[in-house]
């Protein structure tokens, strides 16, 4: 399995995240959430870098990381909602799209304790879905329904990523 990589792609709010660890946790593969990971390296929240420094630094910041990942084996990567529309991400491992209705989204995010900096209004969030959607499904290998519980899309995500490495 050298050379494996899962990138999860997919609005804010898809549970790329919460997913991206539960299954690189049931292949005992490793995981990166690529906004935690930038969050880190600079010591700010991606809310405040894009107030500091500005989208294309952070876009910046984004890129090192793809580089870096991409050197990486065996590994499950939750992508920020806007990565895959500036980076292309074909050609380094499975792209698994994990497409929620905006209704959903707009619940989760509602409920969600992580401010996003790109949430301003719905009328905001409702373009930058329908603007987003069709670059997720034209870049993915794979696309999921991500409407239902963590559980059952967790479920989907160990059938496919079974079938695709005959594990």
């Known amino acids: 399995m050298n050379g494996t990589k899962i990138w999860l792609v997919g609005f804010m709010g898809s549970g790329k995240s919460t997913l991206g660890a539960l299954l690189a946790e049931k292949l005992n593969w490793g995981f990166l959430d690529t906004d935690v990971a930038i969050s880190q390296e600079v010591g700010l929240d991606i809310g405040a870098i894009f107030l500091k420094h500005g989208q294309d630094y952070f876009r910046g910041l984004e890129g090192r990381l793809i580089q870096q990942i991409s050197q990486q084996t065996c590994l499950v990567v939750a992508t920020g909602g806007g990565m895959p529309i500036f980076h292309p991400l074909e050609g380094l491992g499975e792209i698994i ?57 967790l479920n989907q995500l160990l059938e496919l990523v079974s079938n695709i490495y005959k594990i």
């Open 97 to 153: 799209y994990l497409h929620a209705d905006f209704e959903v989204i707009l619940a989760r995010l509602q409920q969600d304790s992580n401010p996003r900096p790109l949430f301003e209004n719905t009328t905001q969030l409702h373009t930058l879905y329908t603007q987003r959607h069709p670059f997720y499904a034209r870049m993915a290998t794979h696309t999921l329904n991500a409407n239902q519980c963590p559980s059952q899309v």
